[in-house]
């Protein structure tokens, strides 16, 4: 079955960079495309961006549109999401979530607690 | 992009009858056919319950229902369970081929 496991929770300082790994297996990771998606404690879910399936295009949240860069490594069926110059307000819970062909997101990491504190 | 509109909270008695209003523009929910809900728990991840506005995954029970009327995707939950208790996101695919979801809308089954 699907899985996305993602990495570990991170603790950051203020001004740091944080990347996030997302492992798919289960499937052909080649064929779908990858969301990454943020909920902040106690607040909504954020979407971020997504990164295609076919030829690694990726589209961006304007909030996010100078901060975030999303990438794959197909050979290891593995997504990553970096975001720079953290601030406390980017503490949050950061998932990756698989695309169904543009209709939805089906399966999603275990999420990742990124805590930004000086 | 701003939120999706959503109530923040909705409450229904086993056995009962909700449904959770999605309220978006014509770049989004209005001029899309791929909105999706999401069932989450405290602590967990989301999962998906609605997708193309009205299709369920395998698996997810047919309590559960999805339509769209011009600009407002509405969730009905029919048949409430203590176990449908939690919060609940609509989410939409835009014209620019980004994604916006929902403020999110806690249910309590009382």
């Known amino acids: 079955q699907v899985h996305l496991v993602q990495s570990g929770a991170e603790v950051k300082k203020p001004g740091a960079s944080v990347k996030v790994s997302c492992k798919a297996s289960g499937y052909t990771f080649t064929g779908y495309a990858i969301h990454w998606v943020r909920q902040a404690p106690g607040q909504r879910l954020e979407w971020m961006g997504w990164?295609?399936?076919?030829?690694?295009?990726?589209k961006y949240s304007q909030k996010f549109q100078d901060r975030v860069t999303i990438t794959r490594d197909t050979s290891a069926s593995t997504a990553y999401m970096e975001l720079s110059s953290l601030r406390s307000e980017d503490t949050a819970v950061y998932y990756c979530?698989?695309?169904?062909?543009?209709?939805?997101?089906?399966?999603w990491g275990q999420g990742t607690l990124v805590t930004v504190s000086s | 992009q701003s939120a999706l509109t959503q109530p923040a909270s909705v409450s229904g008695s086993p056995g009962q009858s909700i449904t959770i209003s999605c309220t978006g523009t014509?770049?989004?929910?209005?001029?899309?056919?791929?909105v999706s809900w999401y069932q989450q728990r405290p602590g967990k991840a989301p999962e998906l319950m609605i997708y193309d506005v009205s299709d369920r995954p395998s698996g997810v029970s047919n309590r559960f229902s999805g339509s769209k009327s011009g600009n407002t995707a509405s969730l009905t939950i029919s048949g409430l369970q203590a176990e449908d208790e939690a919060d609940y996101y609509c989410?939409?695919?835009?014209?620019?081929?980004?994604?916006?979801f929902g403020g999110g809308t806690k249910l309590t089954v009382l």
């Open positions: 014509s770049s989004d929910v209005g001029g899309s056919n791929s």
């Open positions: 990164i295609t399936a076919d030829n690694d295009n990726t």
């Open positions: 989410s939409s695919c835009t014209t620019t081929s980004t994604w916006v």
């Open positions: 979530a698989r695309d169904l062909f543009g209709r939805s997101l089906d399966y």
